[in-house]
Nanobody, 124 residues
Framework: QVQLVESGGGLVQTGGSVRLSCAAS????????RGWYRQAPGEQRELVAE???????NYADSVKGRFTISRDGVVNTVYLQMNSLKPEDTAVYYC??????????????????WGQGTLVRVSS
């Protein structure tokens, strides 16, 4: 079973910075991609940033130049560094992992796994 644990959310002032972490655990054979999504009250969940196993990144236009996604394969953790935060960045941030996991005896299969979410609130 693959699990994601997010941390790093909280209350921050406009213009401030926050770093979110997403640690994965479980029998991960291949970590294809990780992404950060966010969902503001009354809004749909949207992609914020994603990173592939090869290091390619993609960002929502609204966060380009302010947010940076990175990964540490040694500790199976993905980070989202958020700078120059704005009140409109207020949302619950979710981590998503696209992985192949399993064991030799049970076999391997593809999983899309979501974290529990962490709230980032930017005060004006």
């Amino acid at each position: 079973q693959v699990q994601l644990v997010e941390s790093g959310g909280g209350l921050v002032q406009t213009g401030g910075s926050v770093r979110l972490s997403c640690a994965a655990s479980g029998n991960i054979f291949r970590d294809d991609a990780r992404g950060w999504y966010r969902q503001a009250p009354g809004e749909q969940r949207e992609l914020v940033a994603e990173i592939t196993s090869g290091g390619s990144t993609n960002y929502a236009d609204s966060v380009k130049g302010r947010f940076t996604i990175s990964r540490d394969g040694v500790v199976n953790t993905v980070y989202l560094q958020m700078n120059s935060l704005k009140p409109e960045d207020t949302a619950v941030y979710y981590c998503k992992a696209s992985v192949v996991a399993g064991t030799l005896s049970e076999g391997y299969r593809y999983h899309e796994v979501w974290g529990q979410g962490t709230l980032v609130r930017v005060s004006s």
